[in-house]
């Protein structure tokens, strides 16, 4: 039930992973109130509530999950359409990319976690995401919202783009390097990702099955966080992304080359600034691991550098801060509240 000092929510893609961690959330979060989940009207799922799927979530979040019809949808926006309300898009990039301009209004803001908007460039989509984008003329004024990196306000805007879990992770550890100019300008930035199988979404399939995964790169120069990544950091990259048969969590290492005389002190110097007034990025003085972040908002940093040589480790959980709790970071800033409201202690417990 929604209070007066509650913003009532709907998440889409509310079965799968990102979607359920969003339910969880939003349940427990001070501020917001979770109203209505929705299904794909062809999924199997429609017509269950969430805790059928989840057990552990019987007699906490025993909404249905509504099948995504245009009547079941509508019903929902009227009845809320007097409030300012949050939709969560937890879709696959398609179907958030044709949905999300319609439900975007005066009173609805969207923050989508799908790739529909994250490139500003239109030609990349064929090629990446496999479609034609119909809203080309909108890219450039869709924040692309990363949180820690997000200048100007978002309580303005109705349509608002998450980053992807790769992205996250590698943005966090290169951003700041190069906006303080001590990459070399040869360094073409070189990020080995590591990633829990639930990266690949919950639909079953064989690729991805415990028992026939190991460790494995797959999509080599092809992948679609590749662009999105060069688009964040400014320059050229090479990444190389592999699965996992772990749940979750990402570890990214990064090599860069640094200019000459870059001391230690001097990126100490780089990374602290930016973040010490980050709640949910930690500067670590120990190579990260996947278990100090599966479960948890937060991004982990560490370095180390020989001579020109620098390794950046990023760790992250890519269902949390790769997603889920990415996305009520930026719901916050949506409405004024600081980041980590509804994360630290709280939100994001195994």
Same mark, same amino acid.
């Given at each position: 039930?929604?209070?007066?000092?509650?913003?009532?929510?709907?998440?889409?893609?509310?079965?799968?992973?990102?979607?359920?961690?969003?339910?969880?959330?939003?349940?427990?979060?001070?501020?917001?109130?979770?109203?209505?989940?929705?299904?794909?009207?062809?999924?199997?799922?429609?017509?269950?509530?969430?805790?059928?799927?989840?057990?552990?979530?019987? @007699?906490?979040?025993?909404?249905?999950?509504? $099948? /995504?019809?245009?009547?079941?949808? *509508?019903?929902? +926006?009227?009845? %809320? #359409?007097?409030?300012?309300?949050?939709?969560?898009?937890?879709?696959?990039?398609?179907?958030?990319?044709?949905?999300?301009?319609?439900?975007?209004?005066?009173?609805?803001?969207?923050?989508?976690?799908?790739?529909?908007?994250?490139?500003?460039?239109?030609?990349?989509?064929?090629?990446?995401?496999?479609?034609?984008?119909?809203?080309?003329?909108?890219?450039?004024?869709?924040?692309?919202?990363?949180?820690?990196?997000?200048?100007?306000?978002?309580?303005?805007?109705?349509?608002?783009?998450?980053?992807?879990?790769?992205?996250?992770?590698?943005?966090?550890?290169?951003?700041?390097?190069?906006?303080?100019?001590?990459?070399?300008?040869?360094?073409?930035?070189?990020? @080995?990702?590591?990633?829990?199988?639930?990266? $690949? /979404?919950?639909?079953?399939?064989? *690729?991805?099955? +415990?028992?026939? %995964? #190991?460790?494995?790169?797959?999509?080599?120069?092809?992948?679609?966080?590749?662009?999105?990544?060069?688009?964040?950091?400014?320059?050229?990259?090479?990444?190389?992304?592999?699965?996992?048969?772990?749940?979750?969590?990402?570890?990214?290492?990064?090599?860069?080359?640094?200019?000459?005389?870059?001391?230690?002190?001097?990126?100490?110097?780089?990374?602290?600034?930016?973040?010490?007034?980050?709640?949910?990025?930690?500067?670590?003085?120990?190579?990260?691991?996947?278990?100090?972040?599966?479960?948890?908002?937060?991004?982990?940093?560490?370095?180390?550098?020989?001579?020109?040589?620098?390794?950046?480790?990023?760790?992250?959980?890519?269902?949390?801060?790769?997603?889920?709790?990415?996305?009520?970071?930026?719901?916050?800033?949506?409405?004024?509240?600081?980041?980590?409201?509804?994360?630290?202690?709280?939100?994001?417990?195994?």
């Amino acid at each position: 039930m929604t209070t007066n000092n509650q913003t009532p929510c709907v998440i889409f893609g509310a079965s799968g992973y990102a979607g359920v961690e969003l339910a969880k959330l939003v349940q427990t979060h001070p501020a917001l109130s979770l109203q209505a989940l929705f299904v794909s009207s062809a999924s199997a799922d429609a017509g269950k509530s969430l805790s059928a799927l989840y057990p552990q979530l019987a @007699n906490l979040i025993d909404l249905e999950l509504q $099948a /995504g019809t245009q009547q079941n949808i *509508a019903d929902v +926006f009227d009845a %809320l #359409s007097e409030q300012q309300s949050l939709v969560f898009l937890a879709t696959p990039h398609e179907f958030s990319h044709d949905i999300a301009p319609s439900l975007a209004n005066e009173n609805t803001t969207v923050l989508d976690l799908s790739g529909g908007f994250r490139l500003q460039q239109p030609s990349l989509y064929p090629k990446h995401y496999g479609f034609e984008h119909k809203y080309s003329e909108l890219l450039n004024s869709i924040p692309y919202a990363l949180p820690e990196y997000q200048s100007q306000s978002l309580q303005q805007h109705k349509l608002i783009s998450l980053p992807g879990c790769y992205p996250t992770a590698s943005q966090l550890a290169i951003k700041p390097l190069v906006d303080a100019e001590l990459l070399t300008e040869e360094c073409v930035p070189v990020i @080995n990702a590591v990633s829990g199988v639930s990266g $690949a /979404g919950r639909k079953a399939s064989l *690729a991805t099955s +415990f028992c026939e %995964l #190991s460790l494995k790169p797959y999509n080599l120069f092809t992948h679609r966080h590749r662009p999105e990544i060069e688009q964040g950091v400014g320059r050229k990259v090479i990444f190389s992304p592999h699965v996992a048969a772990f749940e979750r969590g990402i570890v990214a290492t990064i090599t860069l080359q640094v200019k000459t005389g870059t001391t230690e002190a001097d990126i100490a110097e780089v990374f602290n600034r930016k973040y010490q007034t980050q709640p949910l990025v930690r500067i670590k003085s120990a190579i990260p691991e996947i278990k100090d972040v599966a479960y948890t908002p937060f991004c982990d940093i560490y370095w180390q550098l020989d001579g020109q040589d620098l390794i950046v480790v990023s760790a992250i959980d890519n269902v949390l801060k790769g997603a889920s709790s990415q996305a009520i970071q930026c719901a916050n800033m949506v409405l004024g509240l600081p980041q980590e409201t509804g994360l630290v202690f709280t939100g994001a417990s195994q």
